[in-house]
């Protein structure tokens, strides 16, 4: 797959390459066919292209963010962290690229074999200001459903960070699926796992504050009263 992929996407097919064109290509040949040390500083180097408007565009955006994914799902940790960081960045500098991509983003992210807690300036904040609470929501209900721990807890993070930065304003897009929320979360207030638990009381915690008791209470009557 590797070598169709540099080949589809080569600069020197069609002649010489611009400068810009060939610097992208050596990023996007080192993120999917180096060593880790060479996709770690390739990771280094695609920060600097998307930090430039001029170097990012429709034909080579996907393939950059797509190669930065592959190091997203990689097995060492470290490069894993580092890719995760440049991924927030893409982001941030060039969301217009991402748009259409959230629901592979996020599913990767998620994934991903290291930690992932919800926060200031985390990826999981930065992918609910890039994509809106209605995108993170519909994408992350059926993973609740569906996927098991660690994905599961990374999920609820990103529920949690997606309720926990919700506005007032942001209630009329969440109360169509107040019902489907809550249901979604409750029975993972019985997760065998702590932080699972946790995480999920918090985002019912976050859904009273938002709706008020009247609303929450009738979707919690299979919690027991510690919960």
Same mark, same amino acid.
């Given at each position: 797959?590797? $070598?169709?992929?540099?080949?589809?996407?080569? #600069?020197? $097919?069609? @002649?010489?390459a611009?400068?810009?064109?060939?610097?992208?290509?050596?990023?996007?040949?080192?993120?999917? @066919?180096?060593?880790?040390?060479?996709?770690?500083?390739?990771?280094?180097?695609?920060?600097? +292209?998307?930090? !430039?408007?001029?170097?990012?565009?429709?034909?080579?955006?996907?393939?950059?963010?797509?190669?930065?994914?592959?190091?997203?799902?990689? &097995?060492?940790? !470290?490069?894993?962290?580092?890719?995760?960081? /440049?991924?927030?960045?893409?982001?941030?500098?060039?969301p217009?690229?991402?748009?259409?991509?959230? !629901?592979?983003? *996020?599913?990767? *992210?998620?994934?991903?074999?290291?930690?992932?807690?919800? @926060?200031?300036?985390?990826?999981?904040?930065?992918?609910?200001?890039?994509? @809106?609470?209605?995108?993170i929501?519909? +994408?992350?209900?059926?993973?609740? $459903?569906? !996927?098991?721990? #660690?994905?599961? =807890?990374?999920? +609820?993070?990103?529920?949690?960070?997606?309720?926990?930065?919700?506005?007032?304003?942001?209630?009329?897009?969440?109360?169509?699926?107040?019902?489907?929320?809550?249901?979604? /979360?409750?029975?993972?207030?019985?997760?065998?796992?702590?932080?699972?638990?946790? &995480?999920? *009381?918090?985002?019912?915690?976050?859904?009273l =504050?938002?709706?008020? #008791?009247?609303?929450?209470?009738?979707?919690?009557k299979?919690?027991?009263?510690?919960?």
């Open positions: 797959w590797y $070598q169709r992929r540099v080949r589809a996407t080569s #600069p020197e $097919q069609n @002649g010489a611009a400068p810009d064109e060939s610097a992208v290509f050596a990023v996007l040949e080192a993120l999917l @066919g180096g060593s880790v040390e060479e996709k770690g500083a390739a990771l280094m180097s695609a920060l600097n +292209i998307l930090r !430039e408007d001029r170097l990012i565009n429709e034909d080579n955006s996907y393939d950059l963010l797509s190669a930065i994914l592959c190091c997203v799902e990689d &097995q060492d940790g !470290e490069l894993v962290n580092k890719s995760i960081k /440049v991924m927030n960045k893409f982001l941030v500098y060039q217009k690229y991402t748009m259409a991509h959230s !629901e592979e983003i *996020i599913a990767k *992210i998620t994934r991903a074999k290291v930690s992932l807690a919800s @926060g200031d300036n985390t990826i999981f904040q930065v992918l609910v200001s890039t994509f @809106g609470e209605e995108t929501i519909n +994408i992350v209900l059926p993973m609740l $459903q569906n !996927e098991t721990f #660690p994905v599961l =807890l990374a999920v +609820i993070n990103l529920l949690y960070q997606c309720l926990k930065d919700s506005k007032e304003s942001s209630k009329a897009v969440l109360e169509p699926r107040l019902s489907e929320m809550a249901e979604s /979360v409750c029975p993972h207030c019985s997760h065998v796992e702590t932080n699972v638990r946790k &995480q999920a *009381i918090f985002c019912l915690v976050e859904l =504050l938002l709706f008020g #008791p009247d609303r929450i209470d009738p979707h919690l299979n919690l027991t009263v510690s919960q």
